[in-house]
């Protein structure tokens, strides 16, 4: 009869054991998908603010070149005839071009930093190309 309860007993303890064994590697695979979810939920936000911070430089150059007939006389002259500006008006051409490329490149630098999506970042690269071809950017790299 005792040797029926120390074996009843001892089952009991590897019973309890088990499920407290059971328990913690549950609560552990549950703490990993909470932690899955926080990172994926971090990670769409932070390309959110990635993307809503490069619309609004987008919007502000646009709107600082498109809203004054004689700067947005001298981008397009920039752009694509550089070389018949003086050079006051090129030092000021300049300028804008380079708050664009610098733009441009925090952009591509979020890309590959992994915080903007390739979809993102494929919205932009027509621009980024676009730019890259143009005589003002040759200019701009001399």
Same mark, same amino acid.
């Given at each position: ?7 009843v @007993? ?17 609560? =552990?695979?549950?703490?990993? =998908?909470? &932690?899955a979810? $926080? ?8 390309? %959110?603010?990635?993307?809503?911070? !490069?619309? #609004? *430089?987008?919007?502000? /150059? ?7 007939? @004689?700067?947005?006389? *001298?981008?397009? +002259? ?5 070389? =018949? *500006? +003086? ?5 000021? %051409? ?5 708050? &664009? =490329?610098?733009?441009? $490149? ?5 890309? $590959? ?6 979809d993102?970042? @494929? !919205?932009?690269?027509r621009? /980024?190309?676009?730019?890259?071809? +143009?005589?003002?950017? !040759?200019?701009?790299? #001399?």
């Amino acid at each position: 009869m005792t040797s029926d309860r120390f074996w009843v @007993k001892a089952a009991s303890r590897l019973v309890s054991a088990t499920s407290i064994t059971i328990a913690a590697n549950v609560g =552990v695979i549950i703490g990993i =998908v909470f &932690l899955a979810i $926080e990172i994926r939920g971090n990670t769409i936000a932070t390309e %959110a603010a990635s993307l809503q911070i !490069a619309a #609004e *430089l987008d919007q502000s /150059f646009l709107l600082q070149i498109g809203s004054d007939e @004689k700067v947005a006389r *001298l981008w397009q +002259t920039y752009v694509n005839t550089p070389n =018949v *500006l +003086t050079d006051e008006q090129r030092a000021r %051409a300049e300028l804008l071009f380079a708050a &664009l =490329v610098r733009r441009l $490149e925090s952009i591509l630098l979020q890309y $590959e930093l992994g915080a903007l999506s390739e979809d993102g970042w @494929k !919205a932009r690269q027509r621009l /980024f190309e676009g730019i890259a071809n +143009t005589p003002g950017y !040759a200019v701009y790299r #001399e």
